[in-house]
Each structure stands twice: as C-alpha cells, then as structure tokens.
C-alpha cells in the first residue's frame, strides 16, 4: 500500500501562481507513473496532468497546458505542479495519484491505483 500525500494548496488570487508537492511512502517512487487530477464543487474528478517514470513525458489538459508544469524528482521522491496564471475556474481540490502498470493510460483516473487525500485550491477573482 503507498500512501500519497499533497500539500501547498491555498487561496491565491486570479493570476497568481502555487506549486503543489506530492510525496508517497516508502522509496518506490520511481517505479510509478504519476498524475495530477483535480475536482471542483459538483463536478467530476478531471484530469489535469501526469508524468512518466522517467520524467521523460508529460501529458497537460487542454484547459491548462502552457500555465501548469507537472515534474518530479525521483531522488528527493517529490512530485510537483507548478501553477501560473491561475484562473477562478482553477479551483477544486487537487489529487496526485500513482500508476503501477505498464499500460498506464495518463488521462485515464481508473489507470491509478494510489491515491492522495487531496489539497484545496482556491482562486480568487
């Protein structure tokens, strides 16, 4: 069982910028695909961003591609999501979650297996 943990959600207004860090239990880190999705008030769960293994690929949402920057350092086992230019419609709780299998399909939430508990973000307009 890994166990995720997100931190460095909060209120920022309308063009400001957060970073958001993930970081799992034990020293597997680099053994998982990892995603970024997030969840407003009476919506969905949608994608936001993933990362291969390796860092190598990167997968963004239309909505957010060119604002938001998902990376990792598998050596300090952080995941990360730089946010800029955020928006009112940016806000939602925010959920890292981890890929075992090989087939991993990055926009796919059933492809995870591990799951944060999830950060709030909050823009202001």
């Known amino acids: 069982q890994v166990q995720l943990v997100e931190s460095g959600g909060g209120l920022v207004q309308a063009g400001g910028s957060l970073r958001l860090s993930c970081v799992p239990s034990?020293?597997?880190?680099?053994?998982?695909?990892m995603g970024w999705f997030r969840q407003a008030p009476g919506k969905e769960r949608e994608f936001v961003a993933a990362?291969?293994?390796?860092?190598?690929?990167?997968d963004y949402a239309d909505s957010v591609k060119g604002r938001f920057t998902i990376s990792r350092d598998n050596a300090k086992l952080t995941l990360y999501l730089q946010m800029n230019s955020l928006k009112p419609e940016d806000t939602a709780v925010y959920y890292c979650?981890?890929?075992?299998?090989?087939?991993?399909?990055?926009?796919?939430?059933?492809?995870?297996?591990?799951w944060g508990q999830g950060t709030q973000v909050t823009v202001s307009s």
């Open positions: 990362i291969s293994r390796s860092g190598g690929s990167t």
């Open positions: 979650a981890a890929a075992t299998s090989l087939r991993w399909d990055a926009l796919d939430s059933g492809s995870y297996n591990y």
């Open positions: 034990g020293r597997t880190f680099s053994r998982y695909a």
